[in-house]
């Protein structure tokens, strides 16, 4: 289920911002994480590790929220929550280069752990304007 995007805060989606990723950590705390992010008119895509903490709390406990904030216009908010949808294997790190280019780090260089790489996809089921 997809939620309908605020047409005033759309922008905050198609933009090369980095969101605060919040999921619950398994033993019960709140987990914050700033990430890249890629809108594609239905879900969140994130690029990720197997092994870090994130990856293992959205297994755990795949409900999250996601805040936007417009650089431009601290007051422009935009809270995404929903849940882990599923993970793609992204080996060769093809996804993660395709967050360079968006985010302006064309070319640059694949990391150490490509070979754990994941792509999450989150569901979006609601959409709050801040």
């Given at each position: 289920m997809t939620a309908q995007v605020p047409a005033e805060l759309?922008?905050?989606?198609?933009r090369p911002i980095?969101?605060?990723?919040?999921?619950?950590?398994?033993h019960g705390a709140p987990d914050l994480s700033p990430m890249r992010f890629k809108w594609d008119g239905a879900h969140l895509r994130m690029s990720h590790t197997i092994p870090r903490?994130?990856?293992t709390s959205l297994q755990a406990n795949p409900n999250y929220s996601f805040l936007i904030t417009d650089p431009d216009a601290p007051s422009r908010c935009l809270e995404t929550r929903g849940w882990l949808?599923?993970?793609l294997g992204d080996e060769?790190?093809?996804?993660?280069?395709?967050?360079?280019?968006?985010?302006?780090?064309?070319?640059?260089?694949?990391?150490?752990?490509?070979?754990?790489?994941?792509?999450?996809i989150l569901d979006?089921?609601?959409?709050l304007v801040k």
């Open positions: 759309a922008d905050l989606l198609r980095v969101g605060v990723l919040g999921t619950v950590a398994p903490r994130k990856f949808v599923t993970v060769k790190g093809e996804f993660y280069q395709e967050l360079n280019e968006l985010y302006g780090d064309a070319g640059g260089e694949l990391p150490d752990d490509v070979y754990d790489r994941v792509v999450l979006v089921t609601r959409f």
